[in-house]
């Protein structure tokens, strides 16, 4: 049987080219253990297309191996996780933020308190009982008026700080307040998160499209991911060519390279309007999702706010 000229030795020039590679990713992934979100990656090595020696009757039936080769370096990542503590993150960053609030309410009533409004109504009530006992005494009087404006202060001091606390997550009613709103600074940054993600997109595409695989950029994506489901639930859906479809509250935010909307805050009508002042809805398809944001931040706060009614359990218990 013919074999080719130095045919041994580039057998092993493609051993040592496929251990040089593997090396540089072994490199690659040290140098990045403590960046977050990298992903592991990994070398996939298959048997190269073996050479099949002519003969007098045609090519032989017994073909001479060519060693091995780089099929590509690929990620170590599965989506099904991927998408699982997406979820989580979600569910954690509404939990998280929902019960934040809860404990800033309960410092501003700051019961049980020798100092609390329960306190200052006990005193009243015994004010009361003093005066009832002896109606002809002054001091009963004088105590009773004072403990009275007292308990008012109080209550002004109270509903003052729980104001407070409203306006900083929904504002106060004026479109001019909303982007400086905990729900607005939210709101902005999931639109400067869509665009980028939509940007990383299209890098991603331009690699894919010249034959490479972007771990990188995919990596960085996934992140961003990430990132965007604590703020607010999020569905991603895998495409062809690394690309993906982002919805949020059922509305489609990107399709591939393509930012196909964001989000926008627009003056209330409905009747709860006193304790949410605004809806949140699409720019471009103007669909308002702001009952159909399904947890994260975002949806923590408007509960918070008042736009949910029936969250009597659902933050008590993190």
Same mark, same amino acid.
């Given at each position: 049987?013919?074999?080719?000229?130095?045919?041994?030795?580039?057998?092993?020039?493609?051993?040592?080219?496929?251990?040089?590679?593997?090396?540089?990713?072994?490199?690659?992934?040290?140098?990045?253990?403590?960046?977050?979100?990298?992903?592991?990656?990994?070398?996939?090595?298959?048997?190269?297309?073996?050479?099949?020696?002519? *003969?007098?009757?045609?090519?032989?039936?017994?073909?001479? *191996?060519?060693?091995?080769?780089?099929?590509?370096?690929?990620?170590?990542?599965?989506?099904?996780?991927?998408?699982?503590?997406?979820?989580?993150?979600?569910?954690?960053?509404?939990?998280?933020?929902?019960?934040?609030?809860?404990?800033?309410?309960?410092?501003?009533?700051?019961?049980?308190?020798?100092?609390?409004?329960?306190?200052?109504?006990?005193?009243?009530?015994?004010?009361?009982?003093?005066?009832?006992?002896?109606?002809?005494?002054?001091?009963?009087?004088?105590?009773?008026?004072?403990?009275?404006?007292?308990?008012?202060?109080?209550?002004?001091?109270?509903?003052?700080?729980?104001?407070?606390?409203?306006?900083?997550?929904?504002?106060?009613?004026?479109?001019?307040?909303?982007?400086?709103?905990?729900? *607005?600074?939210?709101?902005?940054?999931?639109?400067?998160?869509?665009?980028?993600?939509? *940007?990383?997109?299209?890098?991603?595409?331009?690699?894919?499209?010249?034959?490479?695989?972007?771990?990188?950029?995919?990596?960085?994506?996934?992140?961003?991911?990430?990132?965007?489901?604590?703020?607010?639930?999020?569905?991603?859906?895998?495409?062809?060519?690394?690309?993906?479809?982002?919805?949020?509250?059922?509305?489609?935010?990107?399709?591939?390279?393509?930012?196909?909307?964001?989000?926008?805050?627009?003056?209330?009508?409905?009747?709860?309007?006193?304790?949410?002042?605004?809806?949140?809805?699409?720019?471009?398809?103007?669909?308002?999702?702001?009952?159909?944001?399904?947890?994260?931040?975002?949806?923590?706060?408007?509960?918070?706010?008042?736009?949910?009614?029936?969250?009597?359990?659902?933050?008590?218990?993190?």
């Amino acid at each position: 049987m013919f074999t080719p000229s130095f045919f041994g030795f580039h057998t092993a020039q493609r051993a040592l080219m496929a251990a040089q590679t593997g090396l540089n990713v072994v490199n690659h992934n040290i140098s990045n253990a403590d960046v977050e979100g990298y992903s592991k990656q990994r070398v996939d090595l298959v048997t190269a297309d073996p050479l099949h020696s002519p *003969g007098l009757l045609g090519f032989q039936t017994n073909p001479l *191996g060519q060693g091995v080769e780089v099929q590509g370096i690929s990620r170590i990542r599965d989506t099904f996780l991927d998408t699982q503590y997406r979820n989580e993150q979600a569910s954690y960053g509404q939990l998280a933020t929902g019960y934040e609030t809860i404990n800033q309410l309960q410092s501003i009533i700051g019961e049980p308190s020798f100092a609390g409004l329960a306190d200052s109504m006990q005193r009243v009530f015994d004010a009361v009982g003093d005066m009832q006992n002896n109606p002809q005494s002054l001091p009963a009087r004088t105590s009773f008026i004072q403990q009275a404006v007292d308990m008012t202060s109080v209550f002004k001091q109270q509903a003052s700080q729980i104001l407070d606390l409203h306006e900083n997550l929904v504002g106060n009613g004026n479109p001019a307040t909303y982007s400086n709103t905990q729900v *607005g600074i939210r709101v902005n940054d999931i639109n400067d998160q869509l665009k980028t993600i939509a *940007g990383l997109n299209r890098q991603i595409s331009t690699v894919v499209s010249s034959g490479a695989v972007p771990n990188d950029l995919l990596d960085k994506r996934a992140a961003m991911l990430d990132n965007l489901s604590k703020q607010v639930g999020i569905d991603v859906v895998e495409q062809v060519n690394f690309q993906i479809t982002l919805n949020i509250g059922g509305e489609e935010m990107i399709r591939g390279s393509k930012l196909r909307d964001t989000l926008s805050m627009v003056p209330s009508t409905l009747a709860n309007a006193d304790r949410v002042p605004f809806r949140i809805q699409t720019v471009n398809s103007t669909v308002d999702i702001t009952d159909t944001i399904p947890s994260g931040e975002v949806k923590a706060l408007l509960d918070m706010a008042g736009n949910n009614t029936g969250i009597q359990n659902t933050y008590s218990t993190f």
